[in-house]
C-alpha cells in the first residue's frame, strides 16, 4: 500500500478507542482486538478513507511490564505512561506493517490546540501524515501534560482532533454497545439509537466505578463531549469497540450504536 496518491482531501475519520475495548477482564492489552482495529482501518484506507487513531493504552501497557512503588498517583501515572506509550505504538506499528501501511505517533497537551502557532503546527503535522497516506496515532503527552491542563479524557483529545481536521464523523469506541436507558445490564435497559444535541439524555447514565488502570472518560463524558462535537457538524457516534466491523458499518451507515447529531 506504499502508494503515491495524496489523500489530504479524501474522507477523514477520527475513532477513539477506549482502554476499556483494548484490555480484557485482568487489564491486560488485547492483541486480536488492536488486529481488528487496524483491519477496518486498512480496509477503509483501499477505499479513499483516513482513519486517525486515538488510542488510549498506554498506562495499562506500562503497568503490565512494571509495578510501581510510587506513593503520587500523577507521577505514577506520568511513569506507566512514559514506559507503556512506545510499547503500545510497537503493536500498532508491527500490526500497520503487516498490511504495507505507515503509522505516526502524534503525542499532544492542550496547549498544542490553542490558537496561534501551536495549533498551525499541529495542522500542519496532521496534514502532512495524511497527504502521506500514514496513519496518525493520537494520544495525550501523558508524561509532560501538567495536571491542570490535561485533556479530561482522550475522548475530548479525539473532539478536539476531529475538530482541527474537519472531519467527517467521530466514532468513541467503548465496551458497551452505546447509551441506553439504564445500566446496560440492566434487563429493561434499551439503547438509544439517535440523540440530538438538546436532548436531556443525561438522567439516563449511571456512572459506574474505575480503577487507576481504567480510562478516566465514563458515558457521561462521552456523551459531553459527542454533543459538543456534533455542535460543530460532525456526527459522532457511541459504539461498542468489540463488536465485529464495528467501525466500518458505522462508516457504512447501518444502524448500530447511539449516533448524536445537532
Known amino acids: 500500500m506504499g502508494d503515491e496518491r495524496d489523500h489530504s482531501h479524501v474522507k477523514r475519520v477520527v475513532v477513539k478507542v477506549g482502554t476499556n475495548v483494548m484490555t480484557n477482564r485482568d487489564n491486560r492489552i488485547v492483541s486480536p482486538i488492536l488486529r481488528g482495529l487496524v483491519d477496518q482501518i486498512a480496509e477503509l484506507y ?7 487513531l486515538v488510542s488510549s493504552g498506554s498506562v495499562i501497557a506500562g503497568m503490565e511490564v512494571m509495578d510501581s512503588t510510587i506513593d503520587d498517583p ?3 501515572r506520568q511513569v506507566f505512561s512514559a514506559i507503556g506509550q512506545p ?3 510497537r503493536h500498532y506499528y508491527s500490526i500497520f506493517h503487516e498490511y504495507g501501511m505507515r503509522c505516526a505517533q502524534v503525542l499532544a497537551t ?3 490546540f490553542s490558537p496561534g502557532k501551536h495549533r498551525e503546527n499541529m495542522i500542519n503535522c496532521y496534514e502532512g501524515l495524511l497527504s502521506q497516506g500514514v496513519i496518525p496515532i493520537a494520544n495525550e503527552d501523558d508524561a509532560v501534560s501538567l495536571s491542570m491542563s490535561m485533556f479530561s479524557d482522550n475522548d475530548e483529545l479525539a473532539s478536539l482532533v ?11 469506541l467503548t465496551d458497551t454497545d452505546g447509551l441506553y436507558t439504564g445500566h446496560p445490564d440492566d434487563e429493561d435497559s434499551r439503547l438509544i439509537r439517535n440523540v440530538t444535541t438538546d436532548q436531556n439524555v443525561e438522567q439516563y447514565i449511571r456512572e459506574t466505578n474505575k480503577g487507576e488502570a481504567e480510562g478516566r472518560g465514563g458515558m457521561e463524558s462521552k456523551l459531553g463531549v459527542a454533543k459538543e462535537t456534533a455542535k460543530k457538524d460532525i456526527p459522532t457516534f457511541i459504539a461498542n469497540g468489540k463488536r465485529e466491523r464495528v467501525i466500518v458499518d458505522l462508516v457504512d451507515g447501518k444502524e ?3 449516533r448524536i447529531i445537532d
Open 162 to 172: 476531529a475538530e482541527l481536521l474537519n472531519a467527517d464523523m467521530l466514532i468513541l
Open 46 to 52: 483501499e477505499r479513499d478513507i483516513m482513519t486517525i
Open 87 to 89: 510499547r503500545m505504538m
Open 256 to 258: 448500530i450504536g447511539t
Open 110 to 112: 492542550k496547549r498544542d
Open 74 to 76: 500523577t507521577i505514577r
